[in-house]
């Protein structure tokens, strides 16, 4: 299978060039280049794999370059090596007889992000040697929280690369913060960006495209390349846990076998929901795909309009891995709903970019009406959702789940579909302490406490363990205070890597 990029400009490139390049020259992100689509044969024998040979089966579909050997090291490397705790690394828990959740944060930095940038790593180390042009790869990435601390744990000290993550000063938790600046390892850099996410993930998109700076890091040694999931190589795991999601559905006794399913997904980047459809492109059998949204309700608002316009107040929420106004994995969708017409897709990635809006056309909009079903949850509709959720289930989830499971309650209520669904859980509660303890105890939490306090005092009163990567967060050493504005990120990459621009 090869890869060609949503604008037109690069065709025929292999798995390896794809996840090495991160972003095709033109600006455009990397596609298959065929549907990849199981035989009824295929899908039937995938329900019996546990999550470590299912993975291996759908990897060896897309990484066609790569031998059996490699992808079964990359695939042991990431998940059976002592970093998710048992061979279940997703656990799907049942909610209501429709309602299940996929847990995906039971990784080493406690958000779904681990799923990916676990293997990530062994698919670049292995991409770099295969090209064999010698040069270090500097994995550049903005993040609104969960990225950042996932892609500085699966890249760390690993030969041949360095990591360079910018965040918004003061778009995530303290939680977030803290897994980020006190990161370990020689390869690992943190910089905070005055702005919010949409800032410094439009710095970084300017810097890839920006063919002088890269022509000087090149002469340096240094080939840019990205762990976010513009990256092919971070999307593709992804793909696997909504087939793991659906099989353990089947083990459980929920549905048979070739049922049809909706998937919930709270998105803002529209990475990990644009993973669900592609899922359902290789032959999982979904119904419907909910996309959930916070109070930056950007996607809801294309999804029913057909106009995408970013042109509006950036909104702070206490889900801040959705507080993105500009969501870059969009264009993948767009270029498959446009049956591959990549001067369509190329107009209006550039009509966002010079004017923050764009409109598809009516029969575009149309076929994603009939694919996707959109809606958003206010803040205080997020916090009445974790308070319910922990009172009608006792489950805890975080503000991000919750907005999933607002979301899908308003899909039921607005359509009576009440078809077995599966949500997608996106990160532990813990990360998000504060917004949890207050939602669920309102006037009853004492005000002294800090978010590290937090962790003790919620799990105490609801009986749940503080997962192990979040526990003495604030007793380890700040290593990282870097802190720059949007227009000065080259000259702070530079400064890492100690080159004169």
Known sequence: M????TRGGAKDITFSQAVKKGISPDGGLFIPDENCVLT??????????????????????????????QIVE?????????????????????????????????????????????????????????????????????????????????????????????????????????QMITQEGKNVYVVAVKGNFDDAQTG???IFNDEAFCKILSDKGYELSSANSINWGRLLPQIIYYFHGYYSLVKQGTISLGDAINVCVPTGNFGNILASYYAMKMGLPVNRIICASNDNNVLTDFLHTGTYNSNREFMTTISPAMDILVSSNLERLLYDVTVGD???????????KNNGFYTIDAKTSDTLKNLFWAAYATEAETMATVKSVYERYNYLADPHTSVGINVYEKYVQATGDKTVTLAASTASPFKFNKSVAEAIFGDELPSELNEFELLEYLSEKTENAIPEPLKGLDKKEVLHKSLCVPETMEEKIAEILNISL
């Open 2 to 5: 090869f890869y060609k990029s």
């Open 40 to 69: 009824d044969e295929e899908f039937k024998n995938l329900v019996s794999l546990n999550y470590r040979d299912l993975a291996i089966e759908i990897v060896k579909k897309y990484a066609t370059d790569f031998t059996e050997e």
């Open 74 to 178: 990359c695939v042991d490397n990431a998940y059976c090596s002592g970093t998710f705790p048992s061979e279940n690394p997703a656990p799907v828990t049942k909610l209501t007889d429709s309602l299940n959740v996929l847990e995906l944060w039971h990784g080493p930095t406690s958000a779904f992000k681990d799923m990916a940038l676990q293997i990530l790593p062994e698919f670049m180390t292995r991409s770099n040697k295969m090209q064999g042009d010698g040069k270090e790869i500097v994995i550049l990435t903005a993040t609104s929280g969960d990225t950042g601390k996932a892609a500085l744990e699966g890249f760390k000290d690993v030969p041949g690369i360095k990591v360079i993550v910018f965040y918004p000063e003061e778009g995530v938790s303290e939680i977030q913060k803290y």
């Open 204 to 206: 970084v998109k300017k």
């Open 342 to 352: 990549a001067e369509a897709v190329a107009t209006y990635m550039n009509e966002l």
